[in-house]
């Protein structure tokens, strides 16, 4: 396998967990420890402190090494804190972004079409997958906001959650499941049969939890190499390329 990991950070938060990498450095050594080949990350200030002295900070940090691909975190552009897409789009282009973050819960506002209506049209036309760590039960109020958005749950997990989920996967093809916290057994297995391989994406979830256990439920999934290659890193390199 050669692993893409969608769902990972570095950086000291105010709330650091007890194992964490405080730089690129770090994260890349646990990288090579784990056998993770790249990452596409953000810095824990992201989501706990300043979002956007963090988005930018991130920029020059990452710059240069190949193994890591940036994301941004989004605010509400009502307050004057976050830029409109116009502005936006032209930024994540020089930069090379070409995913995006959300943390409601973290930053306290509501994940929907009243708040975010513009961005996420220009989010659909641009085909930019939106990282959400949300409960699945909003996540599937904004998919039926706004069809089309790729939005990809994260920490789905790790208690089975298929009553919620299976129904928005049905209605939603642009729902996507990263895997960091997808940990009952059968559940890769059983989402593989039903909808195919290209909707998940290997997340080690660190820090927050090791990144060992969802290496471990990828390695012995009893799915084909194909799906398990696509897995792995296949579906993100793919979602990423797709960006226009």
């Keep these: ?77 009502q307050t004057g804190e976050f830029p409109r897409p116009d502005m936006l789009l032209p930024k994540m282009q020089a930069h090379g972004i070409r995913a995006l973050r959300a943390f409601p819960d973290e930053h306290r506002y509501q994940l929907d079409r009243r708040t975010f209506g513009e961005l996420f049209d220009a989010l659909i036309e641009h085909r930019i997958p939106l990282f959400v760590k949300q409960n699945i039960v909003a996540i599937g109020n904004l998919l039926a906001e706004c069809p089309g958005l790729i939005v990809v749950a994260m920490n789905v997990g790790p208690h089975s959650l298929e009553r919620y989920l299976r129904p928005l996967l049905d209605a939603f093809p642009t729902l996507y499941v990263e895997t960091s916290h997808y940990m009952v057994d059968g559940l890769i297995e059983g989402f593989v049969e039903r909808y195919g391989a290209e909707r998940l994406l290997f997340g080690s979830g660190f820090p927050d939890v090791c990144s060992g256990a969802a290496l471990l439920r990828l390695a012995q999934a009893e799915i084909d190499d194909t799906a398990r290659s696509a897995i792995a890193g296949g579906n993100l390199q793919r979602l990423l390329a797709e960006v226009r």
Excluded at 2 to 18: A, E, T
Excluded at 32 to 45: Q, S
Excluded at 54 to 61: G, K, P
């Design 1 to 77: 396998m050669q692993l893409f990991d969608c769902n990972c950070s570095y950086g000291i938060s105010g709330r650091p967990p007890l194992r964490y990498a405080k730089d690129t450095a770090e994260l890349l050594a646990e990288m090579d420890w784990c056998g993770i080949e790249r990452a596409l990350v953000y810095h824990a200030g992201m989501r706990f402190n300043d979002a956007i002295a963090y988005n930018a900070r991130l920029v020059d940090e990452v710059a240069g090494d190949d193994r890591l691909a940036g994301s941004w975190t989004i605010l509400p552009s």
